[in-house]
């Protein structure tokens, strides 16, 4: 079955980096698409941004533009979601989630990984 | 950016209620719209994709309707499994976005 299985809870000290994993398994790595999206304690969902697994081709939001990187190792079936500069604002839990994909675009998030808490501090 | 906007924040219904949450877009998104549903502690869960769609496994008491600006998502006959937070969400275009979350309580 699909499954996207992310690495465990991190803390930081503000300014440092932090590299999530998600591996995914159950399906063909590179026919799907991966977003990140986010969430602060008690507040809605943010998305971050898009790889696309097989040529490692990556959207980031605005907002995060500079800070963020995303990368896959086709290898091991992970996508790696980097953030740098981190600040007490980016404490939250960080998801990965696989899309729906085919010819015209991607879709709607079918499967989600667990979620990673990374605390700012 | 599209911005996505939901209401009520807050629901409060008991079992057995009909109930409908509403997503308006601030432009046209077509059909591409889904919900999800979301549970303390967990990820989200995908309910309704392309605005009426029901993913697989999800109980028919759930539905989805609208296109352009205006969707609803209703839940006939509650069931206490259902008491969660549902949030929309348009992927017409980047950056993809999400509504605010609608907290669906027992009365």
């Known amino acids: 079955q699909v499954q996207l299985v992310q690495s465990g809870a991190e803390v930081k000290k503000p300014g440092a980096s932090v590299k999530v994993s998600c591996k995914a398994t159950?399906?063909?790595?590179?026919?799907?698409?991966i977003h990140w999206v986010r969430q602060a304690p008690g507040q809605g969902l943010e998305w971050m941004g898009i790889i696309k697994p097989s040529g490692g081709d990556t959207t980031y939001a605005q907002k995060f533009q500079g800070r963020v990187t995303m990368t896959r190792d086709t290898s091991t079936s992970t996508v790696y979601m980097e953030l740098s500069s981190l600040r007490s604002d980016d404490t939250a839990v960080y998801y990965c989630?696989?899309?729906?994909?085919?010819?015209?675009?991607?879709?709607?998030?079918?499967?989600w990984g667990q979620g990673t808490l990374v605390t700012v501090s | 950016d599209i911005q996505m906007t939901q209401s009520p924040s807050t629901l409060s219904a008991s079992v057995g209620d009909r109930v409908t949450i509403t997503c308006r877009a601030s432009?046209?998104?077509?059909?591409?719209l889904a919900w999800y549903q979301q549970k303390p502690g967990k990820a989200p869960n995908l309910l309704i994709y392309k605005a009426s769609s029901l993913e697989s496994g999800v109980p028919s008491r759930f539905s989805g309707s609208g296109s352009g600006t205006e969707f609803t998502l209703t839940i006939s006959n509650l069931q206490p499994d259902d008491f969660a937070t549902y949030y929309c969400?348009?992927?017409?275009?980047?950056?993809?976005?999400f509504g605010q979350g609608t907290k669906l309580e027992i009365k």
């Open positions: 432009q046209s998104i077509s059909s591409w």
């Open positions: 159950g399906y063909t790595f590179t026919t799907y698409y």
């Open positions: 969400q348009q992927y017409h275009n980047y950056p993809c976005s």
């Open positions: 989630a696989r899309v729906v994909v085919d010819s015209n675009g991607w879709y709607h998030f079918d499967y």
